[in-house]
């Protein structure tokens, strides 16, 4: 018998919690999305999709039909059955984990708490973030007992753009501060993802998203050493990458960039530091990928300056700003490093992105020949490099 009936709230209707409202809506739940940013509800309720993952098309679909509805209001329906929370778990101006926004959201639902509603963590944060933030504010705001409630930790994988691997075919680990919780929340996933694995502690699924992220960051730092080690000796780190993973086993392929970007891959792996030193076990590899990631720009400006002498007063484009091909989101860009690197030695610096189109208050410009050099940051599939005639072009995806 299923226990699940038919409202869920998802509170943060973004990268994460939008795919999630919409599968939920697609397999007939009654969905309600809240988010705080007004502009963005009223483009999703006017079927306006705000992501590359979501159609308008499969927007209006759920919409028409009733089962979507994107709001401002944080007052929740009294008879939903689950909350998910899909909000940003950020770092502050220090660098470190910043939990304020995942704090308030769990305020605005602890408000309004009723005996069995389960409430999903979706956000990424750190082993015990569940048990010692969550739940004594759930319980603080509600009045209720955390025997009243049931409360779970999921992780999201969704991969913008990646057309394999999508909700429905990404494993979905979840944990329950309770086993009753943990039953339901896979009830939950179970109806619109193939593969639900239940974790035996929170702090397990919570430090199993960190490592599969950390896993990510710590790999793409080292080819990006490999890479500065391949351009020294004069051969591309593609070719070393490309004949390495011949090797059947033992071996996974990961490639060089200006740096990682995004919400996640720069991010997470500091909220798995932090709580590693926290606990006398610093994870040493982690804090050493973060420092060449955020080395990275510097090093392409200095590749930029060698190849032309200086950078004073040279007309410099960079093409593609977004954190990763084919997408807009521009969000931790390790781009915008670049471009001010650049400028900081005197290049005067344009920018390319057709998918990005406006950003830092500039407006990208068009491929063309009337430019000192390009470097080469985001390579979108889009971009058609012949353009640019023959101007040199600095690829931070290779090493020649
Ligand atoms: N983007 C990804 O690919 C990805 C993948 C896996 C996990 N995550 C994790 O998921 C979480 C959410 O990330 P995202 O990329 O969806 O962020 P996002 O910025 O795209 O979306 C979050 C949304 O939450 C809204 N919001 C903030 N506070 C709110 C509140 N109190 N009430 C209602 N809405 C509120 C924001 O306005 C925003 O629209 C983060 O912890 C992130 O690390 C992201």
């Known amino acids: 018998m299923s226990f699940i009936k038919k409202k869920i709230v998802i509170v943060g209707q973004g990268y994460v919690g939008l795919p999630l409202a919409i599968s939920c809506a697609q397999v007939g739940f009654e969905v309600t999305g809240i988010d705080l940013n007004e502009e963005k509800v009223s483009q999703l309720n006017k079927h306006q999709s705000i992501i590359e993952d979501v159609t308008d098309e499969e927007l209006k679909t759920v919409s028409v039909s009733g089962k979507y509805r994107a709001t401002t209001d944080s007052l929740i329906d009294p008879s939903a059955e689950i909350i998910c929370i899909c909000v940003p778990t950020p770092l502050g101006s220090d660098h470190q984990p910043d939990l304020e926004i995942l704090k308030a959201a769990t305020k605005d639902v602890g408000k309004k708490l009723k005996p069995d509603m389960l409430v999903i963590i979706e956000s990424t944060i750190q082993p015990g973030t569940t048990r010692d933030v969550v739940v004594p504010i759930l319980e603080k705001e509600s009045g209720l007992s955390s025997d009243q409630f049931l409360v779970a930790y999921s992780p999201e994988r969704i991969d913008p753009m990646n057309k394999k691997f999508t909700i429905k075919n990404t494993p979905k680990l979840v944990a329950g501060l309770t086993p009753d919780a943990a039953v339901k929340a896979k009830e939950f996933y179970s109806k619109f993802i193939d593969q639900v694995d239940v974790c035996d502690s929170l702090e397990v699924a919570e430090t199993a998203k960190l490592l599969e992220n950390s896993f990510r960051l710590v790999n793409i730092s080292f080819i990006n050493e490999l890479a500065m080690f391949c351009q020294k000796i004069g051969i591309d780190v593609n070719d070393v990458i490309k004949a390495a993973s011949t090797k059947p086993y033992g071996f996974m392929p990961f490639y060089p960039s200006v740096g990682v970007g995004g919400h996640c891959i720069p991010v997470d792996p500091l909220y798995l530091a932090q709580a590693a030193r926290a606990v006398g076990a610093p994870t040493r590899f982690i804090e050493l990928a973060d420092e060449i990631n955020l080395a ?81 940051a985001t390579p979108h599939d889009y971009l058609d490099l012949s353009l640019m005639g023959s101007v040199p072009v600095l690829n931070t995806r290779g090493s020649k």
């Open 296 to 376: 990275m720009p510097t090093y392409f400006v200095g590749r930029a300056s060698e190849m032309l002498g200086g950078l004073k007063d040279k007309k410099v484009l960079v093409i593609g700003v977004s954190y990763k091909p084919n997408v807009a989101d521009v969000r931790e860009t390790p781009v915008e490093a670049l471009i001010n690197g650049l400028k900081k030695s005197g290049a005067v610096v344009s920018w390319h992105d057709d998918l990005v189109k406006s950003w830092n208050g500039q407006a990208s410009v068009a491929l063309g020949s009337s430019f000192d050099l390009a470097i080469l």
